[in-house]
């Protein structure tokens, strides 16, 4: 798919992404080329996409609801446009309100009401991924799938005009969710799903790959990631946007595979074994262990498995308790100082009203109209500006 045949506003954002990645890089030359493709795009197309193109999302959203122009434009495509304005602006949070609003409306036998409806939940999926909520994105897939058999032959059908997010986008987030977040123990079982039939007929990467896991081909496996899966990552705006998460959360994994099945593990042999460079593997390695809280240690250029020692956790979690005691106990000395300073002020406020009124026994309380004449007259001193 050509970046022309794109949604414009992605096709710029994609242009310029990869201008900026790579120097060579030949697609849209300048603002000449987006306002000649701006100019054949009709009325409210126009004025929406140029919203767009300025980073105007507020008015753009406002358009939408607003505009007349929009009145004759179907409930899922206004659904459609406000989720795609929401994705450009790196909002993701509020497309989650969107979701349950696409099961009240029901859907007529137009075509483009349903290709419309279709995309809505394919921005579902985008947006998970763009979340880095890679388990959620595969779960809502399986779910779609489940929900809507025949969806990837819908999907390789759908209109190849104004394509905000291309089928092989999707296809490739959700070979990618898979790949990261499904146990390797659950892998065969997963790519077998019967949900999963016609989706490994159409595109069988997920099968191909993850069986090279499944065989503990992992040297193989990472020629193809770090090379074809690079390549294809780098080279798609959104896909980009979470590549280098992705790519470290799968080289952990392995890493772990590893780990689970030794008690000693030289650093330089997995990255031989992997052909992933040393210092990857060293400060990659580092960070699982630390962040997984796992029982290895790296020493030397090795990693060692610790034995769980029962005491050693017993004093580790009594120093975690002391630590969080003592916070507790500052906290109340604290509350307990402030409480101190407010009794003593109102004591001290007591007996001035107490020896007040010994001295003047026979003052008579203000009534209400001196009490505001007093009140306006210290606003206007307090609030009165001065310019000279």
């Not at 593997?281 to 790296?298: D, G, K, P």
Request: charged share 25%; proline share 3%; aromatic share 10%.
């Amino acid at each position: 798919m050509t970046a022309r045949s794109l949604n414009l506003p992605v096709a710029v954002l994609q242009d310029r992404y990869l201008r900026t990645e790579n120097p060579n890089y030949r697609g849209y030359s300048d603002a000449k080329d987006y306002n000649l493709a701006l100019s054949k795009l009709p009325g409210w197309e126009q004025r929406l996409n140029s919203l767009l193109l300025e980073n105007r999302y507020a008015e753009a959203i406002l358009f939408i609801n607003t505009d007349p122009l929009m009145v004759s434009i179907g409930f899922y495509k206004k659904i459609k446009l406000l989720m795609r304005i929401h994705i450009l602006n790196t909002h993701y949070k509020a497309l989650l309100d969107f979701e349950p609003r696409l099961n009240v409306q029901a859907i007529t036998s137009d075509s483009s009401e349903f290709s419309d409806f279709i995309e809505c939940k394919l921005l579902l999926i985008l947006n998970w991924y763009l979340r880095g909520e890679f388990h959620q994105c595969l779960q809502r897939f399986i779910q779609l799938l489940i929900d809507i058999p025949n969806l990837v032959d819908i999907m390789e059908n759908l209109p190849t005009n104004d394509v905000f997010v291309t089928t092989e986008t999707i296809l490739y987030i959700v070979t990618m969710c898979a790949l990261i977040t499904i146990p390797l123990d659950n892998l065969d079982t997963f790519i077998h799903l019967a949900e999963l039939e016609q989706f490994n007929e159409k595109f069988n990467t997920l099968m191909v790959k993850a069986r090279l896991i499944i065989g503990s081909k992992f040297r193989r496996f990472f020629k193809w990631w770090h090379n074809d899966m690079n390549d294809i990552c780098s080279n798609n705006y959104f896909l980009s946007k979470k590549w280098e998460l992705v790519s470290s959360t799968m080289r952990q994994k392995i890493y772990a595979f590893y780990l689970r099945i030794s008690n000693k593990l030289k650093i330089s042999y997995l990255s031989e074994k992997l052909e992933i460079p040393l210092d990857v593997v060293n400060q990659e390695v580092n960070q699982l262990i630390r962040e997984a809280c796992l029982n290895f240690r790296v020493q030397d250029g090795f990693v060692y498995f610790l034995p769980y020692d029962a005491r050693d956790a017993l004093v580790h979690n009594i120093i975690k308790e002391d630590i969080l005691l003592n916070k507790k106990l500052t906290r109340l000395r604290h509350q307990n100082s402030n409480l101190k300073l407010v009794i003593a002020e109102n004591l001290s406020v007591r007996r001035n009203r107490q020896q007040h009124k010994t001295k003047c026994p026979n003052e008579k309380p203000m009534d209400q109209e001196e009490i505001f004449a007093n009140s306006d007259s210290e606003m206007s001193n307090d609030n009165t500006d001065s310019f000279g």
